[in-house]
């Protein structure tokens, strides 16, 4: 049985991986089609980084991109 933060985060590396390659997905929209609080996703969002699953942008039409 996976915990909850594993298959959130599994939710948010897929919807992230199905995005088109030209799109950045931003924390505030996974945060919303999860139903999860920003700083639960942000968290999220930086193991995924360190562990190489997932890149990010900052700035106006940054967000996060699959590798």
Do not use: C, W
Request: aromatic share 4%.
């Amino acid at each position: 049985m996976l915990s909850v933060r594993v298959s959130i985060g599994l939710k948010v590396v897929t919807t992230i991986a199905s995005a088109p390659s030209h799109r950045a997905v931003t924390a505030n929209s996974l945060a919303s089609i999860t139903g999860v609080s920003l700083s639960y996703i942000e968290g999220i969002l930086k193991d995924a980084r360190e562990f190489g699953l997932i890149q990010s942008t900052r700035g106006p039409g940054g967000g996060y991109q699959s590798i």
